[in-house]
């Protein structure tokens, strides 16, 4: 059976990543694979409790260190219990959100350095790194705009299942997280695709399907 593969959404709040992973997890479906559409943090049991506590507006304050260990804690045992395990069996993992994140909101805008940041991920993602990681690009100021006009109450998708410890920090904070993540594509490549967030979402989803084939993941249609 070959592995399956990882994709994962990066990008800022309201960028659309839960919107277009979910996308993507129907597409994959819709075409026969396995899918397993998963987000950070969370996607396992201890995991969400993580979650809950992280993006929990009660314990918003506390350094990036801590930060960066939680989002590890549970991204080890989501790695542990849910992704390695899928793409095992062969099945595609969708993640909304991973280590990018945790690169850009504790190391590049929460200050922590680079080596503590590389340190965890050598030790937690290890072996584990996406085959394609898409980052959704617009202004900071547009994607704030959009995440504070959501409408659910939770869920993936929903207001409540992203940053919302993050959420309300200054507009500069955000701009740095955005640029974060167009310095990691920049770095790399080969896994990384930039994509306009501001398009219509059938144009995002389509740019994000064209780049699994252009890596020759799936073919095209
Ligand atoms: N391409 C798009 N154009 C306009 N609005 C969008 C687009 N993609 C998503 N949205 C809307 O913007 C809001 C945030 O999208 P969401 O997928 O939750 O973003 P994220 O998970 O990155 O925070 C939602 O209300 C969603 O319906
Ligand atoms: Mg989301």
């Known amino acids: 059976m070959a592995r399956g593969k990882l994709i994962t959404f990066e990008g800022g709040e309201g960028a ?8 993507l997890a129907e597409r994959l ?4 694979v396995g899918a ?3 987000r950070e ?10 979650r809950a506590l ?13 930060e960066a260990l939680l989002f590890s804690a549970a991204r080890a045992d989501h790695l542990e219990r849910t992704i390695r395990p899928a793409l095992e069996a062969g099945q595609w993992v969708i993640c909304d959100r991973f280590s990018d994140s945790t690169r ?9 350095p680079k080596a503590v940041i590389e340190a965890l991920e050598r030790l937690v993602v290890a072996e584990t790194a996406p085959d394609v990681t898409v ?3 617009l202004p900071a100021a547009d994607g704030l705009a959009r995440a504070r006009s959501r409408s659910e109450p939770g869920g993936p998708g929903g207001r409540g299942s992203d940053a919302d410890a993050f959420e309300g920090r200054p507009l500069s904070y955000h701009e740095r997280l955005r640029d974060g993540f167009l310095m990691i594509a920049t770095a790399e490549p080969e896994r990384c695709v930039v994509i306009d967030a501001l398009q219509p979402e059938a144009e995002v ?14 073919q095209g249609g």
């Not at 850009?104 to 922590?112: I, K, N, P, R, S």
């Not at 989803?205 to 799936?218: M, N």
């Open 36 to 38: 397993v559409l998963t």
């Open 135 to 137: 980052v959704l690009d």
């Open 16 to 23: 659309g990543k839960s919107t277009q992973a979910r996308l």
């Open 41 to 50: 943090p969370g996607g396992s049991a201890f995991a969400e409790q993580v």
């Open 54 to 66: 992280i993006l929990g507006p009660s314990t918003a304050d506390r350094g990036a260190l801590a």
């Open 104 to 112: 850009v909101y504790q190391g590049v805008a929460g200050g922590l």
């Open 29 to 32: 479906r819709a075409e026969g």
């Open 205 to 218: 989803a389509q740019q994000v399907w064209a780049a699994i084939v252009a890596r020759g993941l799936r």
